[in-house]
């Protein structure tokens, strides 16, 4: 765990320097424009921006393929608890069809409560504890 941390660490200096490289190249060609074409560094300075915003690109995306597998887990959990309730809700009504409490209306709302339920604990789970 702390070797992970260490290397996130390393990763946002990285992407820090390289930033900080972005804008200093960037200012300084536009400051010294005249020197950048006369002496036909513009394709050079052009290569080694592109560099820099690749590697910064690279970084990005590996975070948002982990937003896109946890919201993938997330929805997946979602649907799969609405199937157990809406078999759960077939079996019960094919077990007591004449039962008050098995009536769709009634099954419906309890469904509603349940994951309405869940999931605002989950949420409140996820800001943490009121102190």
């Known amino acids: 765990m702390m070797n992970m941390e260490a290397e996130e660490g390393s990763e946002d200096m990285e992407l820090s320097d390289d930033l900080k490289e972005s804008k200093l190249l960037c200012s300084d060609s536009i400051a010294n424009y005249k020197t950048v074409a006369s002496f036909g560094n513009d394709q050079l300075l052009i290569t080694r921006f592109g560099d820099i915003n ?43 069809p004449d039962y008050e409490y098995t009536q769709f209306d009634q099954m419906m709302l309890s469904m509603f409560v349940f994951i309405f339920g869940a999931f605002t604990a989950a949420q409140s789970i996820s800001m943490g504890p009121d102190i």
């Open 54 to 96: 690749t590697r910064q690109a690279l970084a990005e995306d590996k975070s948002a393929k982990c937003y896109a597998i946890s919201l993938a887990l997330s929805v997946s959990v979602n649907n799969g608890s609405f199937a157990i309730l809406y078999i759960a809700m077939a079996e019960l009504y094919k077990a007591y």
